[in-house]
């Protein structure tokens, strides 16, 4: 298990890029949370697990890395994918594994990109 949140990130987006739930899962703690700010928090080791399994159905995602940067217990990660979407993740490290992430990213052009159903317009809810 790599053990600095740089080398931490960099077996993450390895995993990621394989597409590998698994050895994602393994990456966060038992009581990790994952909180894409374009969706809900998520909790949980095996919920991530999920989280993942499901993203990876859904659409081909890749994470080309841009920038890492490490500052104590934290990671952050800077990225792209093969089609312009750009996005940037912090990772709390906690003993060798992920116990928090936040990323930012623009949902409603990765759903395009992806050719996925787009949420309801305001206008489309009255």
């Known amino acids: 298990m790599p053990s600095?949140?740089?080398?931490?990130?960099?077996?993450?987006?390895?995993?990621?890029?394989?597409?590998?739930?698994?050895?994602?899962?393994?990456?966060?703690?038992?009581?990790?949370?994952?909180?894409?700010?374009?969706?809900?928090?998520v909790e949980g080791r095996e919920a991530i697990r999920a989280m993942f399994a499901a993203g990876f159905a859904a659409a081909e995602?890749?994470?080309?890395?841009?920038?890492?940067?490490?500052d104590g217990a934290w990671a952050?990660?800077?990225w792209r994918d093969p089609l312009g979407l750009r996005g940037?993740?912090?990772?709390?490290?906690?003993?060798?594994?992920?116990?928090?992430?936040?990323g930012y990213w623009d949902k409603l052009s990765f759903l395009r990109q992806h050719g996925l159903p787009l949420p309801p317009t305001r206008e489309s809810r009255r």
């Open 4 to 41: 600095t949140p740089k080398a931490v990130v960099a077996a993450w987006v390895e995993a990621f890029n394989r597409k590998d739930v698994d050895a994602l899962a393994a990456l966060y703690t038992e009581d990790a949370v994952n909180h894409q700010v374009a969706e809900a928090p």
């Open 76 to 78: 952050i990660l800077e």
């Open 88 to 102: 940037c993740g912090f990772f709390h490290v906690v003993g060798g594994r992920i116990a928090f992430q936040r």
């Open 61 to 70: 995602m890749v994470c080309i890395v841009e920038n890492c940067f490490e």
